[in-house]
């Protein structure tokens, strides 16, 4: 799964974050709960992209590892705040509520990062006025399947929250992540800040790669789209148009795969996501 990384960043053209005067403030958040191997893995991607940079880590796990926070005590600059029980939402919430920092980027655990991500990332923030935060691409990958499949979606991919830097004060102004969402929170607060007029954008410059070991993984993970799908429609004036795109996407996008590939395996785990996403926001099962 390493390599099928390293082969994809390696066409990966870095961007230079190159502000001369007044560098702003950043601070380094990343969101974990029960994966010490991930939050190490993690660490130590960043300590090499940005070795100078403050990282609060915030722990969710109910039990603490004793090997991971021995890790973390070597670097000074690295701080571990637990937060045993709150909701996605409320960690993220917490986040920028605790920060001081001018911006903070936000990135989960099981991310890797293209090079140059963060200076990317500042560059699109700073050139635009009207944006309060900017997010990579977010690409999944590691399993043949799940490889093709984000090669071929590497141009059109959405963003993630859990890859992202947002302008602190003009999200807290905003009214901050809620509280009360686990899955989808991103998506929630992405409506909110086009409703006011401001922008939440899509880096074309750098993404994240989420790896997904197997195809049953990657079919199991359509719940943070429907939960999104809920927000949209709740604020959207035209639902039964969106539903219709929805609709015609879960058969339209496979087929094309399948007419511009010829891959009918992938094609069809691609429906079968699609087609699952689709029943269950139907069913309501993945309500907000």
Aim: aromatic share 12%; net charge positive; hydrophobic share 40%.
């Amino acid at each position: 799964m390493t390599e099928n990384i390293i082969v994809v960043f390696a066409t990966q053209k870095q961007p230079t974050y190159n502000r001369q005067d007044n560098l702003p403030s950043v601070d380094i958040v990343i969101c974990t709960k029960d994966r010490p191997d991930k939050l190490r893995g993690c660490i130590g991607r960043f300590k090499r992209q940005i070795p100078h940079q403050r990282i609060i880590v915030y722990d969710g796990s109910a039990h603490p590892d004793r090997e991971t926070l021995a890790y973390l005590k070597q670097f000074s600059d690295v701080e571990v705040r637990f937060v045993n029980g709150l909701l996605f939402g409320a960690v993220r919430r917490l986040a920028l509520e605790e920060s001081t920092a001018e911006y903070v980027a936000m990135v989960d655990d099981d991310i890797y990062l293209s090079p140059g991500w963060f200076d990317g990332l500042m560059m699109d923030l700073e050139s635009d006025p009207q944006a309060v935060a900017v997010s990579s691409k977010l690409v999944y990958t590691g399993h043949p399947i799940v490889q093709k499949l984000s090669q071929s979606n590497l141009r059109t991919s959405g963003g993630s929250g859990g890859a992202a830097i947002y302008n602190r004060h003009a999200v807290i102004e905003l009214g901050n992540f809620s509280s009360n969402i686990h899955r989808g929170e991103d998506m929630e607060l992405e409506l909110r800040i086009q409703a006011a007029g401001k922008r939440w954008r899509k880096s074309q410059q750098v993404y994240a790669l989420h790896p997904v070991g197997s195809v049953k993984e990657f079919l199991g993970r359509p719940s943070a789209n429907v939960v999104g799908w809920n927000y949209i429609m709740a604020y959207s004036k035209h639902k039964w148009l969106f539903m219709a795109k929805r609709f015609a996407s879960t058969f339209v996008m496979p087929v094309y795969y399948l007419w511009s590939t010829g891959d009918l395996r992938a094609s069809g785990v691609w429906f079968i996501f699609k087609l699952k996403a689709m029943l269950s926001f139907l069913s309501g099962r993945y309500q907000r």
